[in-house]
C-alpha cells in the first residue's frame, strides 16, 4: 500500500469517526430532552437562553420617537440616518419603520423601504432603549428634488425631523 492510499484511508477513517461522535452527541442531547424535568434545581448553570414573553395587556400603547439627524439626496440616492427610542413602559417587538418617498409634489410615489432599529429585526425593544436606523433607497429615474415621509405601525410614533 502506498503513501496515497495510506493518506486517503487514514481520511475515511477520520470521517467515520467524526460522523459517529455526531450521532453519539446528537442520541445523547435526545435523550436528555425526553427525561421529566427534575423539582430539584439544576446542579450545573443552563446553557439555555431563556425565552421571554410579554402580555400586551399589561403596558400602555407601544410608544416609539424618531429622531432625524440626517437626510441626503443626490446620485439617485435617498439617505436618511435617525435614531429609535422606546418611550413607552413596555418592550416593543420588532418594530418597522416605513420610508417613503415622494416626487417634489408629493403626490407621486418614487420609493419605498423598510427598516429596523439595529439590533431589532425579530427581537424586542426593551423601554427607554435607543438604536439607530438608517436607510439607504434608490430612488429610479432622473429626479432632482424628493420629499420623504418616516411611518410606523406602532400606535404612538413621533417623528422630529432636523431643522432646516
Sequence with gaps: MDEKQKKIISNIAAVIILGVLILVGLQIYNDQSKTAPSTQPPTQPSTRVPVTTYSKESYSPESLKLTVQSAKYGYGYLEVHAIATNIGDGPIYSPTIILTIYDES????????????AGTFLSYMQSGDSAAVDFIALVGGNIEHVRYRLTSDIQIFNVEYPQK
Design 106 to 117: 408629493g403626490k407621486v410615489v418614487l420609493a419605498q423601504d423598510r427598516a429596523w432599529p
